[in-house]
């Protein structure tokens, strides 16, 4: 599908899509836990299929982050998931592959969506949106607001209005699974594989990762963006 925007590789991006008609796209903790499990496994050109896997009942999901990947066709460097919406940040190593990572990726959840809830039609709006991220106060404002996001749920104006109730908001977000911040603060978890450290810039690694300094990253770039 065409874009007006043309990914390129070695580059960053921030993609992120929506359900259609602004619909819940993650009804229970199993359905973000398979979202992130399709992050991790999904993102090679190897086909993979998820029934021997998820045979286990107990460890299924889990099991998925120990499985041997190919090359990967995208690093993901963040990413959030929220009950209507998602965001990733990406870096496309060659050309045509962050289109190839979100054809499987949401091809395979929109797939197990429409079985578990017995519906049909598209799940997700399309095309799923991009931004290219091309500078420094760019990048640090999308790090801040992909991971601060999850405060729509217990602030839904704190965008526009600031937070109010700061240390609840840090603790929100230090314990909010379905996003990489937990990564970031050094929790160690199985779905830490999903992320690849090794392409996030040095001002990111070095910005200090507490809620009080991201806020004001946000706020501070807000204006700029």
């Not at 959030?80 to 190593?93: Q, V």
Request: charged share 25%; with cysteine; hydrophobic share 35%.
């Amino acid at each position: 599908m065409y874009r007006k925007t043309p990914f390129v590789g070695k580059e960053y991006y921030h993609i992120y899509s929506r359900g259609v008609e602004k619909r819940k796209i993650f009804m229970s903790t199993n359905d973000y836990n398979r979202f992130m499990a399709l992050l991790y496994i999904m993102n090679q050109n190897a086909p993979f299929r998820m029934d021997n896997i998820l045979r286990d009942k107990r460890n299924g999901l889990t099991n998925i982050f120990k499985e041997q990947r190919e090359k990967t066709l995208v690093s993901i460097l963040g990413y959030c998931l929220m009950p209507n919406h998602f965001h990733l940040i990406l870096y496309e190593h060659t050309e045509g592959g962050i289109s190839k990572f979100m054809g499987k990726l949401l091809t395979a959840y929109s797939m197990y969506f429409n079985t578990k809830y017995e519906r049909s039609g598209p799940l997700l709006t399309r095309p799923f949106r991009s931004e290219h991220l091309n500078n420094e106060p760019q990048f640090m404002y999308i790090f801040s607001y992909v991971h601060l996001n999850p405060l729509s749920i217990i602030e839904k104006n704190w965008k526009e209005n600031g937070v109010k109730n700061k240390k609840e908001a840090a603790e929100f977000l230090k314990n909010y699974k379905f996003s990489s911040y937990q990564d970031f603060l050094g929790i160690n978890r199985p779905e830490s594989v999903i992320l690849d450290f090794s392409l996030i810039p040095e001002y990111i690694k070095n910005m200090p990762l507490d809620f009080g300094t991201q806020e004001q990253v946000f706020q501070e770039n807000n204006k700029i963006n």
